[in-house]
Structure formats: C-alpha cells, structure tokens
C-alpha cells in the first residue's frame, strides 16, 4: 500500500530537550516536505527536498533542520524546540512540486 | 504578505446544491495549483490540480477554473455531498523555487 508514515504521531517534550519527528514513503518519490499546521494560519511549509542530498528552506524554516540521505526517509529535527513550536506537523512526498502530494497522517507536538 | 489567500473561512451549502470554494494569488510566476481536502485527524489528500496553461480542469464532481488576468481559482463541486464536508486548501507552487505555498483553507459544511 503507497503510505507516507510518520513517527511519533504524538509528542509531549520540554524546552530545550532535543527531538526528531521521522518521515518515511514507499512510492519512490523525489519531493519530500514538511509542513506545520496551526489555527487560522493554516499550512505552511517548514522545509523541502527535490531529492537526496537536496535540502531547501519552505516559508517556516527557523529552528528546524531537515536531512535527506536516503530517497524515502526525510526526518524533521528540533534541536531545541521552544513552545512556540507547538503544533500539528504533517510530512508529504510527491514526484516534484506539481504532482499530487501524500500526506503521513499527522504529529501533534506540544513543547512546555 | 500572504500569497495564496482563501478569503471565506467557511462555507455552509445545502446537500445536492453546487459549492464553490474561491481562491486568489499574487504571484504570476505560480505556474500549477493544486487542491486538497482534509478531515479532522488525518492528513490532507489530493483532490484537482490545474496547470497555468489551461483554464478548466475537470475530475467527475470536482471541477477547477483558473483566471489568470484576475489572479483567481475556483473549485465547483457539484453535486454536494455530505461527505465532502472538510476543509479545503488551495495551494500553488512556482519553477523558481519549488516551494509549495498553501492557503488557509476553507471549511465546508453540507447541509441535509
């Protein structure tokens, strides 16, 4: 079955403890991104990657990284998350930009 | 500044009736626009897309119109099922960059 799965799908952390979000598909695609969503503002995207080794900043990039050494994982790290971080986060691949995206079926985060 | 931008917040249309979710962007160089639905607790899933070459794309109840000298689209279901009651995102994305800009989203409702 094509599915994006993403680990944890939930995650209660403290300010400052370190965290990784993991991301993972099995259609071979190319395009893999990250996207927050939050009320009233609704998804706006954290990071991308066209392909392995290929890493670029979305709209929302600060205090996240992102890594790409492998075509089907693509983890999400905090390195320090603050509660403003706090958030419904969904991972996405796709062929490239203009292909339907998969969207994993969500992490909700709360850093206190 | 918003580039996609989805100005109803919500939209209630009664069952068998045509709904139309509207969205406007500023940016001439999006050159394919996508859209998606999402329910509560899941992720969004891939609805219709259309290329800024055409003006009309068609799939069974769901139909996109794009205008490009006013910078709109619009997505017609038709007919409204109760089914289709979730929020929809319209997103838009570029060759320059290969980000994917997202809307706010629109939450339908389907009256009986």
């Known amino acids: 079955e094509a599915q994006v799965t993403q680990n944890p799908r939930y995650l209660i952390t403290v300010t400052g403890k370190k965290l990784t979000v993991t991301c993972s598909q099995n259609m071979n695609h190319e395009y893999m991104s990250w996207y927050r969503q939050d009320p009233g503002l609704g998804l706006r995207q954290i990071y991308y990657s066209m392909n392995v080794e290929v890493t670029d900043k979305g709209d929302v990039p600060e205090g996240y990284k992102v890594s790409r050494k492998e075509k089907r994982n693509f983890p999400l790290i905090l390195e320090s998350p603050s509660p403003n971080q706090t958030s419904l986060y969904f991972c996405?691949?796709?062929?490239?930009?203009?292909?339907?995206?998969?969207f994993g079926p969500g992490t909700r985060l709360t850093v206190t | 500044d918003q580039q996609v931008k989805q100005n109803s917040p919500s939209l209630s249309v009664q069952e068998g009736r045509i709904s139309i979710l509207n969205c406007d962007y500023t940016?001439?160089?999006?050159?394919?626009f996508l859209w998606y639905k999402k329910y509560p607790a899941e992720g969004p899933t891939f609805l219709i897309s259309?290329?800024?070459?055409?003006d009309k794309n068609e799939d069974g109840r769901f139909t996109v119109f794009l205008n490009k000298s006013a910078k709109h689209l619009s997505l017609h279901i038709v007919p409204s099922q109760p089914g289709d009651s979730a929020v929809y995102f319209c997103?838009?994305?570029?060759?320059?960059?290969?980000?994917?800009?997202f809307g706010k989203g629109t939450r339908l409702h389907i009256l009986p």
């Open positions: 996405a691949s796709s062929f490239s930009r203009s292909y339907e995206q998969y």
């Open positions: 940016n001439s160089m999006f050159d394919y």
């Open positions: 259309i290329s800024s070459i055409k």
């Open positions: 997103a838009a994305t570029m060759n320059r960059d290969d980000k994917i800009i």
